[in-house]
């Protein structure tokens, strides 16, 4: 079944919808409230995806806070009212909405080919269109049993601002003296005017955040060096480097809190685009919530005897962003040619194992009580060590597939021999070399393997 020592091309993603189904199909991204018909932009992490986003916030959570200069926060998601008048998010976290008169589409001017050229309707060509207004991007809801103006209260749209009115508790709890950073993954929420291209524009997502707190005039030089370590973080989990590349923001781009940005754009099947946005937000957030609370921000800087308000550079990445980001560019289709020129697919998910949700799975070869009562063994002897699948049905080449299809690092096949030698053979995803390995050492076995993968 197996494609060594075949002619082998190799097929890229150049279609979401190709993912859209592979997610649905295998478990990893369901259609939120599909039996109901579906909600817009809402999307539910199945079985596969569930795990895989543990994994992919595990691999941004070590590597920021695995540092002797970082601590991590779980801020709550409503926050005082006070906050998003003083981060500016109330006044200026909007985005142009344009009304189409005649086929009732609502859509966002700035972004907008048809629009931006000709003045039209994306939808139906109408240039019967309302003028652009500002819509306010952020969720209102009310807190406690009464809904009145008095207690509407949002829900975050960055877990930044966590940050910001956390900044002198973990300074002084941590008694970490800066430069340090605050690290923390969480819901964000948006509602955003064309969500879309499945989970990467949505309006309920997960940030992973990251304020690293400077001295003012060390924040260009911090800056340079997180786009650095931000960039070697993706290419350490496997993207292709081609696929990726900084788009520095012009003066137009800026975000109302930067004074410089950059963004680490990924090549999606939709072209260049955010993945994750790297900014100097100068003092601008720690300088308005003192001004807004009444509350001395400053940092004393004990060594050098002088006070000020730390500059910040942000890293933000959208974890649902990037698990898209980390399935498009692990997808690949081996299209092997048979002498007689009949093809053959094998569909790979290249994750890097950290990422894949599962790394090992147990196939007994066939479904006697002899090989599967070994074979549940063994997969609770690895279920001691690592995210482990069990299968037992469909032929041996059809479940090999399977696992490639889902990324699976490691097959462990159990035989008829094994009761005689005590040993399985592994599979390997990627070269589909296979290899003879004893029991007793298949746990250290696969996690060498996984370390140095
Ligand atoms: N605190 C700064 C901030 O939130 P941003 O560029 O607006 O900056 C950061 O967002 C990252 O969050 C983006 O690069 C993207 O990965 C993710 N993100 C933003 N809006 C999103 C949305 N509607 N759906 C999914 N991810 C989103």
């Known amino acids: 079944m197996d494609n060594l020592n075949k002619s082998i091309t190799i097929k890229r993603l150049n279609d979401l919808n190709t993912l859209v189904s592979l997610s649905k199909r295998r478990g990893f991204v369901f259609q939120s409230s599909e039996i109901y018909g579906g909600l817009g932009s809402c999307w539910d992490y199945g079985p596969l995806g569930s795990l895989m986003k543990l994994n992919v916030k595990k691999a941004w959570w070590q590597a920021m806070t695995r540092r002797a200069d970082m601590v991590g926060i779980d801020a709550s998601i409503l926050m005082h009212p006070m906050v998003w008048k003083a981060s500016g998010h109330v006044d200026g976290f909007s985005d142009p909405l344009v009304d189409c008169k005649n086929c009732k589409t609502r859509f966002r001017s700035d972004n907008t080919d048809s629009y931006l ?53 973990c300074q002084q709890s941590s008694r970490y003296k800066v430069p340090f950073g605050i690290a923390a993954i969480g819901k964000s929420f948006r509602n955003e005017i064309t969500p879309g291209n499945f989970i990467f524009r949505t309006r309920e997502f997960e940030q992973m955040e990251m304020q690293y707190f400077v001295k003012p005039g060390t924040d260009e030089k911090y800056f340079e060096q997180w786009k650095e370590t931000r960039m070697s973080f993706y290419l350490k989990y496997n993207i292709n480097p081609e696929n990726l590349r900084f788009h520095p923001h012009g003066p137009t781009e800026l975000a109302h809190y930067a004074k410089a940005a950059v963004d680490v754009q990924y090549k999606f099947p939709m072209g260049f685009s955010e993945l994750e946005g790297i900014h100097n937000r100068s003092d601008f957030d720690l300088t308005q919530h003192s001004k807004f609370s009444g509350k001395n921000l400053e940092y004393f800087d004990e060594a050098n005897k002088e006070k000020y308000i730390p500059y910040v550079i942000e890293t933000a990445v959208g974890c ?54 070994v074979s549940e063994k063994l997969r609770d002897q690895l279920a001691e060590d690592f995210d482990v699948l069990y299968d037992e049905t469909a032929s041996i080449g059809k479940r090999y597939r399977r696992q490639d299809e889902i990324g699976t690092p490691f097959c462990v096949t159990v035989d008829f021999e094994t009761a005689k030698d005590q040993a399985v053979t592994i599979r390997h995803r990627d070269s589909m070399v296979q290899e003879r390995i004893s029991m007793t050492q298949l746990n250290s076995y696969v996690s060498k393997k996984l370390k140095n993968f």
């Open 117 to 169: 050229n000709e003045k039209k309707c994306p939808q139906c060509g109408s240039q019967n269109l309302s003028e652009p207004r500002q819509f306010n991007l952020m969720f209102k809801t009310h807190m406690g049993p009464v809904e009145d103006g008095s207690n509407a209260i949002y829900l975050r749209p960055e877990t930044a601002q966590g940050h910001f009115v956390n900044f002198q508790n």
């Open 320 to 373: 649902d962003r990037l698990f898209l980001a980390f399935m498009c560019d692990a997808y690949r289709e081996e299209v092997s040619k048979e002498e007689s020129g009949s093809e053959d697919t094998r569909i790979v998910l290249g994750l890097h194992p950290d990422l894949a949700p599962y790394k090992v799975t147990v196939l007994p070869l066939s479904k006697k009580e002899e090989l599967t009562g």
